[in-house]
C-alpha cells in the first residue's frame, strides 16, 4: 500500500475518519456542502502519524503501562502522557513527509498564517466528540513552525485530559491515531459557537448562537461571557447581551495575544439579529447534511460566515419515531420501574411484548406517549391527578407543556379512559384467602412453564415463549390481581387524606402498613439475614466469602468447616429469589443465580452489623409498631364527635391495607420469575448457535430484538456489523439519562416542586415513608460497591426490588427516581425506614459521608453542617 501522508480537504469527506481523523472527515463534508465556506487547507494523514510512531518503539511498551493503569490515577496517568508526548515530539520531521507537508503549504502561501489543528480517529464522531481532548494552534507563521506544529498535535493525542477521557468512554489508545489538519487562519470580526438544538433542552426546533468579538478562542476558553441568542422558526426570540471586556486577536508574527475591548463596545452585540438568523440558516444545512443536530465554530470575516468545525452533539438524548408530523408528549416508562439505565434490545422487546400499553423505543429506554390522554379533559385530568400522586416532578413537566399554546390540540371528552399500564380495578371484599389463592396459582403456572420449558429449542423454543407471554401478561393484569392491590393502595390513600383530616396526622399509614403479610419483596432482604446467622458462627466461611471473587465459590463451601451448612443457606435463598437482580425487568441483565458472587458483600455487612435472629426480630417490631399504631389511632378517633363510626371505617381501611399491601409486590416477582426461564433457555439456545459459529459469543442474542432472533435460529445466519452497531449504540445509551417527558421537539422538559414550606437549601421531595432521621450519607451507585454501616443512610439513583437486601441495614433512604407506590417506598415504608424519593441529582448534591437529615413526613432533606 502506498502511504499518502497529505490530502487537500477538498480531497476529503466524513466517511474518512480512519485517514484523516474526525475533525478533518467533518471539515471536508463542510466543504463539499452548496454555500457553506471552509479556510482552505489540508490534512496531514494518519499514514504521517503511524511513521512517527514506528520511529519511537519505546512508544509501544508505555502504552502497555498506559492501559493498566485506573483512570482515577491521574498522577501515574500525568506521568507515562508526558513521557509518551516528549517522544513523539522528539521524532525529527525529515524526508518525504516533511516535503509533502511543505509542498502542501506552500500552496497556501509558505508565510501565510495558519492553525494547526488535532483530528484523532476518535473526535467528533456521532458517538463521542471529544471537543477539547487534543491540542490546537492558532496563527502559526512559516514552515519551521508548522512543522513543530505538527509534531505538537500528534502529542497531544497523549494529554493526561485525552487519555483519562479514552479510558473512561472504555477506548484502546493503541487504536486511536492522530491526522492534523493545517488551515488558513481567518482573522474574525466575530467568532463562537452555533448549537443547532438546544443543548440544555435538546429541543431540536430551537437554535442557540453564542457569541463574542475576535477569535472565538477567548469563548471557548471561558475568557469572556458571550453574547447568546435563541432562534425559533426563523426569528430571534431571546437574546442576552454580555458585557464583553477581554477578546484575543491574531498577531502579525505570529502566536495570539488576549486585549481589552474598547468601553464603548463592550456592550454592542457581536452580532445583528439578521446575521444570528442568517447563521442558523447556514446551520440548518449543515444539519441536513451530517443528519443530525450539530455544535458549529464559525468566524465573521469580511462579512460572511465561514465554518471552522462541526461536530454532532453527543449529549442529546433521541426522540422516539413517531410516524408522523404532529406533536407528541412521551413519559418515561423507566421512571415508573425504577429502573432507568438503558436496556438492550432483546430487554425492550421483552418489555414491549409484556406491557399492554403501546410503548416507543428512544435511547435504549421505553415511553408512552400520552399526547391523546392530555387531549382529553377528564383523561387529562385523571392522568394529572395520578402523576401529582405518584410523581410531581412528571405532574409539573406535563402542566408546562399544556400551558403553551398549541402543543396539544384539545380534543372532545370521550369519557374516561382505560388506564394508562393495566386494567382498572373495581373495590374486593378484605379476604386473605384471596392473597393465598393469588400466590398459589402463580407459582403453580412458573412451576409447569420451568417443567416445560425445558423440552423446548429452536424455533419451537421461540414459538413457546410467544404463547406463554400471552400466560404471563394474564398473570400481570388479572382482573382480580389488580382490584387486590388497587383496594390496598386506595385504602392507604383514604387513610392518609381522612387522618389528617380529623386527627392532623399526617402519612399515616405509612406506619400502618409495617410488616405486613405476603411481601415477598421485603421477605426476602429479611432472609438474607437468616443466611447471615448461618454463616455467623463459622469463622473459616466468614474469612473464605471475604477473599472471593468469582462466581464458582458455593462449590468450595463445603471443605470448610460450616461450609456445607453455608452453602445449603445460600443455595436455599437463590431458589427463592435467584431470578432477581439489578434491572431485572431487563432479560438481558444477569441474574444473582448466574452472579452470585454479587451478593457476598451484603452477606458480609449481615454478619457484621446484625445479631442472630435480627430478621424475626424486626419483623415482629414493625409488626408491634403497626398495631401501636392502630390502637392509639382508633382511641383518638372514637374522642371524636362521629367517632365510633369514623373508628370503624379506619379499622375497615386499616384491615384491607394490612391483608393486601403486601401482594403489591408479588406479580412483579413472578414476571421476574418467567423472564429468568425464558432467559435460561434462549442462552442454551445462543450456546447452540454459538457452537455452530452462527454467533460469535452467546450475549450476542442480547443486542437482537425477539423477532431478529426468531429469524436468526430459523435461518441460522446473523448480520454481524449489525450486533457491532448495536453494541456500540448501547454503550452511548448508557452515558444518557433519561428526561421523565420528551416531547417530538427532542424537548426534555423538567418539572420542579412548587413548594415554600421547606427551610432554604433543603433538597426537595416526595416523601413516601414518614419519620425523620439524621445519619451518615452513603452514595452509592452500583450495588456491588455497597459498604454499608448500621445507621448509614442509603442515597442512590433509584431502588428497585434488588436493593431491598440493604434496606435492613440502614436508617433511612433517599433517591432520584421513585414515587409513592414504587418498590423502594413501599419497602421503606414496610421497614420503617424516613424516605424521601425524587431529589433531583441527589447523588450529586449529597456527598459521600455527609450528615443529613432525612424528613420522611415532610419530603425534604437538609445537608448538615
Given at each position: 500500500m502506498?502511504?499518502?501522508?497529505?490530502?487537500?480537504?477538498?480531497?476529503?469527506?466524513?466517511t474518512?475518519?480512519?485517514?484523516?481523523?474526525g475533525?478533518?472527515?467533518?471539515l471536508?463534508?463542510l466543504?463539499r456542502?452548496?454555500?457553506?465556506?471552509v479556510?482552505g487547507?489540508?490534512?496531514?494523514?494518519t499514514d504521517?502519524y503511524?511513521?512517527?510512531m514506528a520511529?519511537?518503539?519505546?512508544?509501544?511498551?508505555?502504552?502497555?503501562?498506559?492501559?493498566?493503569?485506573?483512570?482515577?490515577?491521574?498522577?501515574?496517568i500525568?506521568?507515562l502522557?508526558?513521557?509518551i508526548?516528549?517522544?513523539?515530539?522528539?521524532?525529527?520531521l525529515l524526508?518525504?513527509?516533511?516535503a509533502?507537508?511543505l509542498?502542501?503549504?506552500a500552496?497556501?502561501?509558505e508565510?501565510a498564517?495558519?492553525a494547526?489543528?488535532?483530528?484523532?480517529t476518535a473526535?467528533?464522531?456521532?458517538t463521542a466528540?471529544?471537543a477539547g481532548?487534543?491540542?490546537?494552534?492558532?496563527n502559526?507563521?512559516g514552515?519551521?513552525a508548522?512543522?513543530?506544529h505538527v509534531s505538537?498535535?500528534?502529542?497531544?493525542?497523549?494529554t493526561e485530559r485525552a487519555?483519562i477521557y479514552?479510558q473512561?468512554?472504555g477506548?484502546d489508545h493503541?487504536t486511536?491515531?492522530?491526522?492534523?489538519?493545517?488551515?488558513?487562519?481567518?482573522?474574525?470580526?466575530?467568532?463562537?459557537?452555533?448549537f443547532?438544538?438546544d443543548?440544555l433542552?435538546g429541543?431540536r426546533?430551537?437554535?442557540?448562537?453564542?457569541?463574542g468579538?475576535?477569535?472565538?478562542?477567548?469563548?471557548?476558553?471561558?475568557?469572556v461571557?458571550?453574547?447568546?441568542f435563541?432562534?425559533?422558526?426563523?426569528?430571534?426570540v431571546?437574546?442576552?447581551i454580555a458585557?464583553k471586556?477581554?477578546a484575543?486577536h491574531a498577531l502579525?508574527a505570529?502566536?495570539?495575544?488576549?486585549?481589552?475591548i474598547?468601553?464603548?463596545?463592550?456592550?454592542q452585540p457581536?452580532l445583528?439579529d439578521?446575521q444570528?438568523v442568517?447563521?442558523v440558516q447556514?446551520g440548518?444545512?449543515i444539519?441536513a447534511h451530517?443528519?443530525?443536530?450539530?455544535?458549529i465554530?464559525w468566524?465573521?470575516?469580511?462579512?460572511?460566515?465561514?465554518i471552522?468545525q462541526?461536530?454532532?452533539?453527543t449529549?442529546?438524548?433521541?426522540?422516539p419515531?413517531?410516524g408522523d408530523q404532529?406533536?407528541?408528549?412521551y413519559i418515561?416508562v423507566?421512571h415508573?420501574q425504577?429502573?432507568?439505565d438503558?436496556m438492550?434490545?432483546?430487554g425492550?422487546?421483552?418489555?414491549q411484548m409484556?406491557t399492554?400499553a403501546?410503548?416507543?423505543e428512544?435511547?435504549?429506554?421505553?415511553?408512552?406517549d400520552?399526547?391523546?390522554?392530555?387531549a382529553?379533559?377528564?383523561?387529562r385530568?385523571g392522568?394529572?391527578?395520578?402523576m401529582?400522586?405518584?410523581?410531581?416532578?412528571?405532574?409539573?413537566?406535563?402542566?408546562?407543556i399544556?400551558d403553551?399554546?398549541?402543543?396539544?390540540r384539545?380534543?372532545p371528552?370521550?369519557?374516561?379512559?382505560g388506564?394508562?399500564?393495566?386494567?382498572?380495578?373495581a373495590?374486593?371484599?378484605?379476604?386473605?384467602?384471596?392473597?393465598?389463592?393469588?400466590?398459589?396459582?402463580?407459582?403453580a403456572s412458573?412451576a409447569a412453564?420451568?417443567r416445560d420449558?425445558?423440552?423446548?429449542s429452536?424455533?419451537?423454543?421461540?414459538?413457546?415463549i410467544v404463547?406463554?407471554?400471552q400466560e404471563?401478561r394474564r398473570?400481570l393484569f388479572?382482573r382480580?390481581?389488580?382490584?387486590v392491590?388497587?383496594s390496598?393502595m386506595d385504602?392507604?390513600?383514604?387513610?392518609?387524606?381522612r387522618?389528617?383530616?380529623w386527627?392532623g396526622?399526617?402519612?399515616a399509614?405509612d406506619t400502618l402498613t409495617q410488616?405486613?403479610?405476603?411481601?415477598?419483596?421485603s421477605?426476602?432482604?429479611?432472609?438474607?439475614?437468616?443466611?447471615?446467622?448461618?454463616?455467623?458462627?463459622h469463622?473459616d466461611?466468614?474469612?473464605f466469602l471475604q477473599?472471593v471473587?468469582?462466581?464458582?465459590?458455593?462449590a468450595?463451601?463445603?471443605?470448610?468447616?460450616?461450609?456445607?451448612e453455608a452453602?445449603?443457606a445460600?443455595?436455599?435463598?437463590?431458589?427463592?429469589?435467584g431470578?432477581?437482580c439489578v434491572?431485572?425487568?431487563d432479560?438481558?441483565?444477569?441474574?444473582?443465580?448466574?452472579r452470585?458472587s454479587?451478593?457476598?458483600?451484603?452477606?458480609l455487612?449481615?454478619?457484621?452489623?446484625?445479631?442472630?435472629g435480627e430478621?424475626?426480630r424486626?419483623?415482629?417490631q414493625?409488626?408491634?409498631?403497626?398495631?401501636?399504631?392502630?390502637q392509639?389511632?382508633l382511641?383518638r378517633?372514637r374522642?371524636l364527635?362521629?367517632?365510633?363510626g369514623?373508628?370503624?371505617?379506619?379499622k375497615?381501611?386499616i384491615?384491607?391495607?394490612r391483608?393486601f399491601?403486601g401482594?403489591?409486590?408479588?406479580p412483579?416477582?413472578?414476571?421476574?420469575s418467567?423472564?429468568?426461564?425464558?432467559?435460561?433457555?434462549l442462552?442454551?439456545?445462543?450456546?447452540?448457535?454459538?457452537q455452530a459459529?452462527v454467533?460469535?459469543?452467546?450475549?450476542?442474542?442480547?443486542?437482537l430484538t425477539f423477532?431478529?432472533?426468531h429469524?436468526v435460529?430459523?435461518?441460522?445466519?446473523?448480520d454481524?456489523?449489525?450486533?457491532?452497531q448495536r453494541?456500540?449504540?448501547f454503550?452511548t445509551?448508557?452515558?444518557?439519562?433519561?428526561p421523565?417527558?420528551?416531547?417530538s421537539?427532542?424537548e426534555?422538559?423538567?418539572?420542579?416542586?412548587?413548594?415554600d414550606?421547606?427551610?432554604?437549601?433543603a433538597l426537595?421531595?416526595?416523601?413516601?415513608?414518614?419519620?425523620?432521621?439524621?445519619?451518615?450519607a452513603?452514595?452509592?451507585?452500583?450495588?456491588?460497591q455497597?459498604?454499608l454501616?448500621t445507621?448509614?443512610i442509603?442515597v442512590?439513583?433509584?431502588?428497585?426490588?434488588?436493593?431491598?437486601?440493604?434496606f435492613?441495614?440502614?436508617?433511612g433512604?433517599?433517591?432520584?427516581v421513585?414515587?409513592l407506590?414504587?418498590?423502594?417506598a413501599?419497602?421503606?415504608?414496610e421497614?420503617?425506614l424516613?424516605?424521601?424519593v425524587g431529589?433531583?441529582q441527589?447523588?450529586?448534591?449529597i456527598?459521600d459521608g455527609?450528615r443529613?437529615r432525612?424528613?420522611?413526613t415532610?419530603?425534604y432533606?437538609?445537608?448538615?453542617?
Amino acid at each position: 500500500m502506498i502511504e499518502q501522508y497529505v490530502l487537500d480537504l477538498r480531497e476529503v469527506d466524513e466517511t474518512q475518519v480512519a485517514i484523516v481523523g474526525g475533525k478533518g472527515a467533518q471539515l471536508g463534508g463542510l466543504s463539499r456542502i452548496d454555500g457553506i465556506r471552509v479556510p482552505g487547507g489540508f490534512c496531514v494523514t494518519t499514514d504521517a502519524y503511524r511513521q512517527i510512531m514506528a520511529a519511537a518503539p519505546s512508544i509501544e511498551d508505555r502504552l502497555e503501562q498506559l492501559a493498566r493503569l485506573n483512570p482515577d490515577d491521574r498522577a501515574a496517568i500525568r506521568t507515562l502522557s508526558a513521557q509518551i508526548r516528549r517522544t513523539i515530539e522528539e521524532v525529527a520531521l525529515l524526508g518525504e513527509l516533511a516535503a509533502a507537508i511543505l509542498r502542501a503549504l506552500a500552496r497556501l502561501g509558505e508565510q501565510a498564517a495558519c492553525a494547526v489543528r488535532s483530528s484523532a480517529t476518535a473526535e467528533d464522531l456521532p458517538t463521542a466528540s471529544f471537543a477539547g481532548q487534543q491540542d490546537t494552534f492558532l496563527n502559526v507563521v512559516g514552515p519551521a513552525a508548522i512543522l513543530e506544529h505538527v509534531s505538537r498535535c500528534w502529542g497531544s493525542l497523549f494529554t493526561e485530559r485525552a487519555v483519562i477521557y479514552r479510558q473512561r468512554n472504555g477506548i484502546d489508545h493503541r487504536t486511536v491515531h492522530m491526522a492534523v489538519v493545517v488551515q488558513q487562519m481567518v482573522l474574525p470580526e466575530a467568532a463562537g459557537i452555533l448549537f443547532t438544538a438546544d443543548p440544555l433542552t435538546g429541543n431540536r426546533k430551537v437554535a442557540t448562537v453564542d457569541a463574542g468579538f475576535g477569535l472565538g478562542h477567548a469563548l471557548v476558553g471561558g475568557l469572556v461571557n458571550p453574547d447568546v441568542f435563541t432562534v425559533r422558526d426563523g426569528r430571534v426570540v431571546a437574546r442576552t447581551i454580555a458585557a464583553k471586556q477581554r477578546a484575543v486577536h491574531a498577531l502579525p508574527a505570529g502566536g495570539t495575544q488576549e486585549g481589552a475591548i474598547d468601553a464603548q463596545r463592550q456592550e454592542q452585540p457581536a452580532l445583528t439579529d439578521a446575521q444570528v438568523v442568517q447563521l442558523v440558516q447556514l446551520g440548518r444545512r449543515i444539519e441536513a447534511h451530517f443528519g443530525r443536530p450539530q455544535d458549529i465554530e464559525w468566524c465573521l470575516a469580511d462579512d460572511g460566515f465561514q465554518i471552522v468545525q462541526s461536530r454532532p452533539i453527543t449529549t442529546l438524548f433521541p426522540i422516539p419515531e413517531s410516524g408522523d408530523q404532529e406533536n407528541h408528549v412521551y413519559i418515561s416508562v423507566g421512571h415508573q420501574q425504577m429502573m432507568t439505565d438503558a436496556m438492550k434490545p432483546l430487554g425492550l422487546s421483552f418489555w414491549q411484548m409484556t406491557t399492554p400499553a403501546p410503548m416507543a423505543e428512544a435511547g435504549g429506554r421505553l415511553f408512552v406517549d400520552v399526547t391523546q390522554r392530555l387531549a382529553s379533559p377528564t383523561s387529562r385530568a385523571g392522568l394529572l391527578a395520578a402523576m401529582d400522586r405518584s410523581d410531581p416532578l412528571l405532574g409539573d413537566a406535563l402542566r408546562t407543556i399544556l400551558d403553551r399554546d398549541g402543543f396539544v390540540r384539545p380534543l372532545p371528552d370521550a369519557g374516561p379512559p382505560g388506564p394508562l399500564f393495566g386494567s382498572t380495578s373495581a373495590p374486593i371484599e378484605t379476604d386473605p384467602a384471596i392473597v393465598r389463592e393469588l400466590i398459589a396459582g402463580g407459582e403453580a403456572s412458573i412451576a409447569a412453564l420451568e417443567r416445560d420449558i425445558r423440552t423446548k429449542s429452536g424455533e419451537a423454543l421461540l414459538e413457546f415463549i410467544v404463547a406463554d407471554i400471552q400466560e404471563l401478561r394474564r398473570f400481570l393484569f388479572d382482573r382480580r390481581s389488580h382490584q387486590v392491590f388497587m383496594s390496598a393502595m386506595d385504602a392507604a390513600c383514604w387513610l392518609n387524606e381522612r387522618l389528617q383530616e380529623w386527627l392532623g396526622e399526617k402519612n399515616a399509614a405509612d406506619t400502618l402498613t409495617q410488616s405486613v403479610p405476603h411481601n415477598v419483596t421485603s421477605e426476602m432482604g429479611l432472609a438474607l439475614l437468616d443466611v447471615a446467622d448461618v454463616i455467623r458462627p463459622h469463622p473459616d466461611v466468614v474469612a473464605f466469602l471475604q477473599d472471593v471473587e468469582d462466581d464458582d465459590f458455593l462449590a468450595r463451601l463445603p471443605g470448610l468447616a460450616g461450609g456445607q451448612e453455608a452453602r445449603d443457606a445460600v443455595e436455599a435463598w437463590l431458589g427463592q429469589y435467584g431470578m432477581r437482580c439489578v434491572g431485572e425487568i431487563d432479560i438481558t441483565r444477569p441474574r444473582w443465580r448466574e452472579r452470585p458472587s454479587t451478593l457476598v458483600p451484603l452477606i458480609l455487612g449481615n454478619v457484621r452489623n446484625f445479631e442472630p435472629g435480627e430478621s424475626r426480630r424486626r419483623f415482629e417490631q414493625g409488626r408491634h409498631e403497626a398495631w401501636q399504631k392502630e390502637q392509639e389511632l382508633l382511641e383518638r378517633l372514637r374522642a371524636l364527635p362521629d367517632g365510633p363510626g369514623r373508628a370503624e371505617e379506619t379499622k375497615r381501611m386499616i384491615d384491607r391495607v394490612r391483608t393486601f399491601i403486601g401482594y403489591r409486590e408479588y406479580p412483579k416477582y413472578g414476571m421476574v420469575s418467567r423472564y429468568f426461564a425464558y432467559r435460561q433457555a434462549l442462552l442454551a439456545e445462543a450456546e447452540r448457535l454459538a457452537q455452530a459459529k452462527v454467533l460469535r459469543e452467546k450475549e450476542d442474542i442480547f443486542y437482537l430484538t425477539f423477532q431478529e432472533l426468531h429469524d436468526v435460529v430459523r435461518s441460522k445466519q446473523v448480520d454481524d456489523d449489525l450486533i457491532g452497531q448495536r453494541k456500540d449504540t448501547f454503550r452511548t445509551y448508557q452515558a444518557l439519562t433519561p428526561p421523565r417527558v420528551l416531547t417530538s421537539d427532542g424537548e426534555a422538559v423538567t418539572g420542579a416542586y412548587r413548594r415554600d414550606d421547606v427551610p432554604a437549601g433543603a433538597l426537595i421531595g416526595l416523601p413516601v415513608s414518614a419519620g425523620t432521621i439524621e445519619g451518615r450519607a452513603r452514595v452509592i451507585l452500583d450495588l456491588a460497591q455497597a459498604d454499608l454501616e448500621t445507621g448509614d443512610i442509603l442515597v442512590t439513583v433509584y431502588t428497585d426490588p434488588s436493593w431491598s437486601p440493604l434496606f435492613v441495614g440502614i436508617t433511612g433512604l433517599v433517591t432520584e427516581v421513585g414515587g409513592l407506590m414504587t418498590h423502594g417506598a413501599v419497602i421503606a415504608r414496610e421497614y420503617g425506614l424516613p424516605a424521601v424519593v425524587g431529589v433531583e441529582q441527589a447523588t450529586r448534591l449529597i456527598r459521600d459521608g455527609q450528615r443529613i437529615r432525612v424528613h420522611g413526613t415532610d419530603g425534604y432533606v437538609e445537608i448538615l453542617p
